[in-house]
């Protein structure tokens, strides 16, 4: 879980609970403004995405049932950063106990529901490669909406026990000092990673896996003549490197700082940077799972151009659910 409010104490933040010359300084003001900017591409990108599929597509398939969750995952993710930045500046948490836990609930069930349904997506592209039409009736759009509506809750259960055990108390919105944090949060993290990040990250890999190899048996060409393995392979580099880059890093310092007592002020500084990280990959969602499609380009100049005219698809996109798949005949990787 990404901690949303970072404390001037706390063993999460920086074991030795030092941030003199972080809170208040140049790297604060700078860490507000660029939790600002991801706040507001994060809501601009995924409330573009939403309202392509409410008003253009209407959530006529499954893959966009999952894109639209994944989308206002996404866009709630980006909630709390405002908080986020008003601590950074003012390096005190004003909203009470109840608003923090609150928060540090929100940020979680929208974490875990965004990184659900990517993995829930990246199995549905793999048994529409598979085999399309053994695994249609499991690929209805009201399929879609029940799974999906299931992955919210099934999100509260990793977090509902860690925003327990914050509170506002010394005026920061921080672990309980009154908890024995070295231990429990070790369980957490490492439950979180594996939930957060392993698992998902395997059963997506091997998604694609499969997904190259069905695309690579079907033999077909994929748009511009460019063979389908290819397109699979570069789309898989796409979700796997972004999907990595973003997270690794957070789970990689939050488990040195728990075997290591002194960091320092410049790691802090590598921990602040590695929370970022992590939200920012709610941004990049949007580029690699909408804009890569053409179908998406065109709702989105529909949306935002004046002379745009609606978008129209003739194709039947039940089967590989995005229009610009069916009329190429090959299932979109993502």
């Known amino acids: 879980l990404t901690p949303p409010l970072p404390p001037s104490q706390g063993s999460w933040e920086t074991s030795s609970g030092k941030t003199e010359g972080l809170v208040g300084g140049p790297l604060s003001v700078l860490m507000a403004v660029l939790y600002l900017a991801v706040c507001v591409l994060g809501l601009a990108g995924n409330g573009l995405v939403m309202a392509a599929i409410l008003k253009l597509d209407r959530m006529s398939t499954a893959t966009t049932v999952y894109i639209f969750n994944l989308a206002l995952a996404d866009g709630l993710f980006m909630v709390g950063l405002p908080f986020v930045s008003f601590q950074y500046l003012q390096d005190r948490w004003p909203f009470g106990d109840l608003a923090c836990r609150l928060l540090v609930l929100l940020d979680g069930i929208n974490q875990f529901t965004s990184v659900f349904c990517l993995t829930v997506m990246s199995v549905d592209r793999c048994l529409a490669a598979a085999d399309p039409v053994r695994f249609g009736p499991w690929r209805r759009p009201s399929r879609a909406k029940v799974i999906s509506l299931l992955l919210w809750p099934l999100s509260l259960l990793p977090v509902l026990p860690m925003a327990l055990r914050f509170s506002a108390e010394g005026g920061q919105c921080g672990p309980d000092p009154h908890e024995a944090v070295g231990s429990w949060w070790m369980v957490f993290i490492t439950c979180a990673f594996v939930l957060g990040f392993a698992l998902p990250f395997s059963i997506m890999a091997v998604s694609y896996a499969v997904l190259a190899l069905a695309l690579k048996a079907r033999g077909a060409p994929g748009p511009g003549g460019q063979p389908p393995e290819s397109q699979a392979t570069r789309m898989v580099a796409s979700v796997a490197v972004v999907f990595a880059i973003c997270w690794l890093p957070f789970y990689a310092v939050n488990f040195y700082v728990l075997h290591h007592s002194d960091t320092g002020q410049a790691f802090d500084g590598i921990f602040r940077a590695a929370v970022l990280l992590s939200y920012a990959w709610s941004c990049t969602n949007p580029v690699l799972y909408a804009c ?43």
């Open 292 to 334: 890569f499609s053409d179908t998406f380009r065109r709702h989105f100049c529909t949306l935002l151009c004046r002379d745009g005219r609606p978008s129209t698809c003739d194709a039947n996109t039940e089967a590989f659910d995005l229009c610009d798949d069916a009329r190429t005949g090959q299932p979109s990787p993502v």
